[in-house]
């Protein structure tokens, strides 16, 4: 069954630290992998995506996440982070089949940046 | 701003009522996508289209719950006869085809059943 975990309900780091948010995932072929943020009241907002290639992909914001397969990992990172980092983050999965739609989801981490 | 505009952003409904909710994606984005999300929740998966076609519907989802998509352009999902438990954030999404594609999100409606 597809599935995707995130260990950390929240994740409290202090300004200027590095981050990282963790996320765990199993699908059956190729999996295509997603960061999202949300902000309080709002919708959801991509940050990046793993599809193929090099395994470290930049995104938005200065968010990086690292794909690893034997691990089946795609942690989030940050090398500082901000205040206005603090926001509840989604890792997402999609088989990499053309014909499949889904996404599936994880449960969100809750990162805190303290000043 | 992701193109996605959804409509009203926030509603507040007496049990019973039936609610409305639209959803006006980036128009060349043929898959769209509704969600329920409650607080500190991963968004639900509640319906998908590809253009006009409805091809999935969640088995969780009642009956009371339909959603439309005429012409392959905006959405519209409907509730009928709320209950307390309908209240959540409703998100649509859209994208275009291909497993490799991001999805934009709406900034989402907030229904409150009371």
């Known amino acids: 069954a597809q599935s995707v975990a995130q260990p950390e309900d929240q994740v409290n780091v202090a300004e200027g630290n590095p981050l990282t948010v963790k996320c765990t995932y199993s699908?059956?072929?190729?999996?295509?992998l997603f960061w999202y943020v949300q902000y309080p009241n709002r919708g959801l907002q991509f940050l990046l995506k793993?599809?193929?290639?090099d395994n470290l992909v930049k995104g938005s914001y200065g968010f990086e996440a690292e794909f690893n397969k034997s691990q089946t990992s795609f942690h989030l990172k940050k090398p500082s982070a901000l205040v206005s980092d603090s926001a509840l983050y989604f890792c997402?999965?999609?088989?990499?089949?053309?014909?499949?739609?889904?996404?599936?989801w994880g449960a969100g981490t809750k990162l805190i940046i303290k000043p | 701003d992701t193109g996605v505009s959804q409509d009203p952003r926030h509603k507040i409904t007496k049990r019973g009522q039936n609610v409305t909710f639209r959803c006006d994606p980036i128009s060349e984005h043929n898959r769209l996508y509704w969600y329920r999300q409650t607080l500190g929740q991963g968004p639900e998966f509640l319906t998908y289209f590809q253009n006009e076609a409805q091809l999935e519907k969640s088995r969780l989802l009642s009956d009371r719950f339909s959603a439309e998509r005429p012409k392959g352009s905006f959405s519209t999902l409907e509730i009928q006869r709320t209950e307390q438990g309908d209240s959540a954030m409703y998100l649509c999404a859209n994208s275009l085809l291909g497993a490799g594609t991001e999805a934009f999100f709406g900034q989402g409606t907030r229904l409150t059943v009371v």
């Open positions: 793993y599809i193929t290639g």
């Open positions: 699908v059956s072929g190729n999996p295509y």
């Open positions: 997402a999965v999609r088989d990499g089949r053309d014909s499949n739609y889904q996404l599936i």
